[in-house]
Structure formats: C-alpha cells, structure tokens
C-alpha cells in the first residue's frame, strides 16, 4: 500500500487533477486546486512528493498531521488545497483496498439522497426567470444566485434595487416552493450589508452567502441580530482554526468548506462535526470538477448537518466543457427530484476516465478569475 507514483493533470476548464498510485497498483484521484492559482499549487505538490512517495497511503490521519504540522508556515488557500487533493485521493484508495464508499470509513451514511442546487446566471432580469423556471423544468428544487457586480465600499441606491429586482425576478417565477440561496460573492463591504439585507428580506433567500469577505467576519456579529436571512460563509476559510471562531461566537448558520481548499475529507469531515455541535448546518462549496463533488458528496452523505450540495453543473465556464466530461459513467451524479442518490461504487464512487483527463491536459488552460474595476478605475472585488 506503499504510494509509489504521484501524477498531476491541469484540464479544462480551470482544474487541476492528481493521481496517485501505490505499489500494489491501487489508484486513488484528488482534485487539489486553488481557481486561478493551479501551477502554483502544482508546485505545492510538487513539494509535497518526497513526503508521500513511500508513505503508506493508509496511514491518511499520519500523512495529513505530517504535512500539516511538519510546516513550520501552515494554512492558507495553497497548501491546504495541494493536502486537499491528496488527502481526497488517500481516501479513494482506502476506499477502493477496502472496497467500500468513503462514507462507510467515517461512519456510515446518514441519509439516502442528497439535495443539490442549480446556478443561475442571466444578463438580463427576464434572463435570470428564465434560467430558474429551466433549473426547475429540468428537476432542480433549489438555486442560487448572484444579485450583485461591481460594487463600492458604500454605494448608490439603485444597485441596491437592482439587486433586489433580481431575487423578485426569480422568486416571482419559480414561487414560495423552492429555496433560493443568494451569493454576494464578497463583492459588499460592511457598510453596504444591511441594506442590501433588508432589501433581499421580502423575497425570503435561503441564505445570503459571504456577506462579506473572510478576513472580516467580525462584521457577522451585527448582521446576525439585524437580519432573519440565515447566513452562510467559508469557502474562503481552509481549516478548523479559521472556522471554529465563527461558530462559537454564532456568528454563521451554514458553514461552507470546500473539500479542495478546507483540508480535504479529513478536515472537513472534523469541520462538520464542529459546526453540529454549535447547531449550525454545513452546505460544502463545490464549484469545481467531479472529483472535489464526489470527496462532497461522501461527507454530505456521513454528516447529519449537510443541507445541501452547490455543484457546476450547468455553470458557464466554458463553451465546451461539462462536469461529467471526465468521467466513465456520467450518471453517477444523476438528478432526481432535486437530489443525488446515494453512491455505492468504493472510495469515491467514481470511475475516471484517464484517457480523456490525459488528452485534455495536453491542451491543459490558464485560468485566471476577472479582474473588474469601478467606475472611478480602482480595484473591486469580482
């Protein structure tokens, strides 16, 4: 059980996929990525192979403490997204030696399906109804979306309406049945929180995600008194220390870890466990590929607290590529009635196709995210 390889493949449209294989010829996948940064955290790995070459690929607790605490610098997005994707792909091979799911290994499944939502994007307010009533047509039972772009550190009125005319948008078509989740994407300062709150309140969002970037969550402390909109954050935060603040202060209602930033299965499995015992929900972030989605989808299906799964399903990131490119069976993540079934296959519960991430990382990409601009042509957030 030795590892004996370590293989790494940059594919469209912005990922970044690892492979390991140990020396009795067992395989295991991990998606380590940070968007925009996939060389960097190539590189990190790159680091890291002197450590796992040789390393049981058993021993995943040994490894993830090894790599973790053997840093005198630890955390931050690159190096706990390189032990992310190492620590999903240890788990797929224990899975696979055992032949049993992920979820079996850490303590069995909890639920049989699993809810999941649809993005929505639009140009337009009549883009954005349409794009919801299609989402639900097609057999979603949530959404999300963004209700805000460029914005200053504290800004006009009419963005403030805009915003708001969006979610109506929306919620007038698909109705009170189903939850809308809404995204600020980090893109509102403090000073605009509010009142971008108290607008949204009417057209009652599931939650309102990231208020606020990470580095201030403190400013959740007023928020969570003045708003009944239940709040959601932790993409950007990439292990227990950084979420174990928010959650004991009450600061959050849904925590959102992403199995390829936040420490892989490991971390936020212990990330979950914490949240429950604060009586907050966990909804894992996951716009990425299928190997981040199934490393979520074991932790949804082992954790009480899950609420529901994000996937890119459907996201626009490029004109070619869709989530299930990449894998033997495309139907391993199959739709019905909002949710995903349970998977049975071992370790992840899903079968690459090699050939296809090998012939795609020989084009490989350069994603970068935006970079907007106020009016005014200073920085804002994207």
Not at 208 to 226: D, G, H, R, T
Not at 232 to 259: C, N
Not at 309 to 318: A, F, N, R, V
Request: one cysteine or more; a negative charge.
């Amino acid at each position: 059980m030795e590892v004996e390889k370590v293989e790494l493949f940059k594919v469209p449209p912005r990922w970044l996929f690892l492979k390991v294989t140990t020396k009795n010829g067992l395989i295991g996948w991990g998606e380590p990525v940070v968007e925009g940064r996939a060389a960097t955290v190539e590189t990190a790995i790159n680091e890291m192979k002197s450590f796992l070459i040789g390393h049981p690929a058993n021993k995943i607790e040994d490894f993830w403490q090894m790599v973790y605490r053997g840093g005198f610098y630890r955390g931050g997005p690159v190096l706990m997204s390189a032990l992310s994707g190492i620590d999903q792909a240890l788990w797929d091979i224990k899975g696979k030696a055992l032949d049993v799911p992920i979820y079996e290994l850490i303590g069995g499944a909890v639920r049989d399906k699993m809810k999941i939502y649809g993005w929505v994007h639009g140009e337009t307010n009549e883009d954005l109804a349409k794009a919801a009533k299609k989402r639900i047509d097609n057999g979603f039972t949530a959404v999300k979306m963004v209700v805000t772009n460029e914005m200053e550190w504290i800004d006009a009125p009419y963005k403030v309406n805009e915003a708001a005319k969006k979610l109506a948008s929306v919620r007038n078509v698909i109705g009170d049945k189903y939850p809308i989740g809404v995204d600020f994407h980090g893109r509102v300062h403090k000073g605009m929180v509010k009142v971008l709150a108290k607008a949204l309140e009417p057209y009652q969002p599931y939650f309102l995600e990231e208020v606020v970037l990470s580095e201030n969550n403190e400013a959740l402390e007023s928020l969570k008194s003045f708003t009944s909109i239940p709040i959601a954050t932790g993409e950007r935060m990439y292990s227990r220390w950084d979420f174990k603040h928010i959650i004991q202060k009450g600061l959050v209602d849904i925590v959102q870890p992403d199995l390829s930033h936040a420490g892989g299965i490991s971390e936020v499995k212990r990330i979950a466990n914490m949240a429950e015992a604060y009586d907050v929900a966990v909804a894992p972030h996951c716009p990425l590929g299928p190997i981040s989605l199934a490393a979520a989808f074991q932790i949804d299906f082992s954790c009480i607290n899950a609420l529901i799964q994000e996937t890119s399903l459907g996201i626009p990131y490029d004109d070619e590529t869709q989530l299930t490119d990449y894998l033997k069976d495309p139907d391993v993540f199959r739709l019905k009635d909002g949710c995903v079934p349970l998977p049975t296959a071992p370790g992840l519960g899903i079968e690459i196709d090699e050939d296809k991430v090998r012939e795609a990382a020989i084009k490989g990409h350069d994603w970068k995210n935006p970079i907007w601009r106020n009016d005014d042509g200073s920085i804002t957030e994207w």
